[in-house]
């Protein structure tokens, strides 16, 4: 239901107008999607992701000493948002610390740290010197915990998209044309501030 020159099925229509309310984040910055939902006439309220001048999100986890290693979570939910594995692992040839790799159930990698429960795997993140990782969820979520983060994205719009915080670094383009360099560069600079 995101395009607006597009008609949803009538059955979803129908669904979302049962509703009394629906609370949207999706739609704060996507004139279009609004525009769209007020034609439809369907009931939704629209909140800013980020609202200006409020605290960046934040999940408390008991206090840890932060650990000398760089986690890299190299997955998102899509593999067009994906920067390649290669380059991952080049940097973590490169990167002159521990790597510790971090993946999903379904996510194919050896030696990868698995946590399902996110609450854990947040404290565990929040162990971490830096963080390493694409346009996901668990991007966002070693940013909430307050950690130093690298994030590579692609074909998402970092400006709405990304992760918020002082120490949070985007490094934004057509992933094939992403070097190694360029995130290293980024990382280094996170362990030198």
């Given at each position: 239901?995101?395009?607006?020159?597009?008609?949803?099925?009538?059955?979803?229509?129908?669904?979302?107008?049962?509703?009394?309310?629906?609370?949207?984040?999706?739609?704060?910055?996507?004139?279009?999607?609004?525009?769209?939902?007020?034609?439809?006439?369907?009931?939704?309220?629209?909140?800013?992701?980020?609202?200006?001048?409020?605290?960046?999100?934040?999940?408390?986890?008991?206090?840890?000493?932060?650990?000398?290693?760089?986690?890299?979570?190299?997955?998102?939910?899509?593999?067009?948002?994906?920067?390649?594995?290669?380059?991952?692992?080049?940097?973590?040839?490169?990167?002159?610390?521990?790597?510790?790799?971090?993946?999903?159930?379904?996510?194919?990698?050896?030696?990868?740290?698995?946590?399902?429960?996110?609450?854990?795997?947040?404290c565990w993140l929040a162990t971490a010197q830096i963080y390493l990782g694409n346009d996901s969820g668990i991007t966002h979520l070693a940013a909430a915990v307050g950690i130093p983060i690298v994030a590579v994205f692609g074909p998402t719009?970092?400006?709405?998209?990304?992760?918020?915080?002082?120490?949070?670094?985007?490094?934004?383009?057509?992933?094939?044309?992403?070097?190694?360099?360029?995130?290293?560069?980024?990382?280094?600079?996170?362990?030198?501030?």
């Amino acid at each position: 239901m995101g395009l607006p020159d597009t008609q949803p099925p009538s059955a979803l229509l129908d669904r979302l107008r049962g509703f009394d309310s629906i609370v949207s984040w999706y739609g704060s910055n996507r004139d279009e999607f609004r525009s769209q939902v007020r034609r439809l006439e369907l009931p939704f309220e629209f909140f800013p992701a980020s609202p200006a001048g409020q605290a960046v999100p934040r999940i408390h986890c008991p206090p840890n000493d932060r650990q000398d290693f760089i986690v890299i979570h190299p997955f998102s939910s899509s593999p067009r948002k994906n920067w390649p594995l290669d380059r991952y692992q080049e940097l973590a040839r490169r990167v002159g610390m521990p790597v510790k790799w971090c993946a999903g159930p379904e996510e194919q990698l050896e030696n990868a740290v698995r946590i399902a429960n996110l609450y854990d795997l947040a404290c565990w993140l929040a162990t971490a010197q830096i963080y390493l990782g694409n346009d996901s969820g668990i991007t966002h979520l070693a940013a909430a915990v307050g950690i130093p983060i690298v994030a590579v994205f692609g074909p998402t719009d970092p400006a709405i998209w990304a992760p918020r915080g002082e120490q949070v670094r985007i490094i934004s383009g057509n992933l094939a044309q992403i070097q190694v360099d360029q995130v290293l560069k980024a990382v280094n600079d996170l362990r030198a501030s």
